[in-house]
């Protein structure tokens, strides 16, 4: 592996693909412990979410960091309310710390946000049902 971030394209689809098998095995495991249907249901949402990065990542490099991070702004409005958006911070910090990084463009990551919005959004409407 060339580096942490996985900067190497090739290499990011075997890393991805391991941490979807590695959650699906978690989600058996649950599911023989009698998790209730939050926990199957956020752990779905995070496996589309990095379905998403992964179909996204194939061609084009957008922030995993900035998704995962405003997914759980999404999680922390769910569970603390409107208080939750205090948690704001949170992707706005990763992102603005991305680009100064050098890992990423900034329209990678509003790409990454945006992912993660949209994941968190239906992660809140499958609670909401």
Do not use: E
């Amino acid at each position: 592996m060339a580096d942490h971030h996985i900067s190497v394209r090739t290499q990011r689809a075997p890393v991805l693909a391991g941490a979807c098998l590695s959650l699906l095995l978690g989600l058996g495991v649950l599911q023989l412990l009698g998790a209730p249907l939050q926990l199957t249901v956020m752990i779905l949402s995070v496996l589309a979410g990095i379905l998403a990065v992964l179909a996204v990542n194939l061609v084009w490099k957008l922030s995993a960091h900035a998704a995962v991070a405003s997914f759980f702004m999404i999680a922390m409005v769910m569970i603390f309310g409107w208080v939750g958006l205090v948690s704001a911070v949170v992707p706005l910090a990763v992102g603005w710390s991305r680009v100064r990084l050098g890992a990423h463009t900034t329209l990678q990551v509003l790409a990454g946000l945006t992912v993660g919005l949209l994941i968190g959004a239906g992660f809140m409407a499958l609670m909401v049902y």
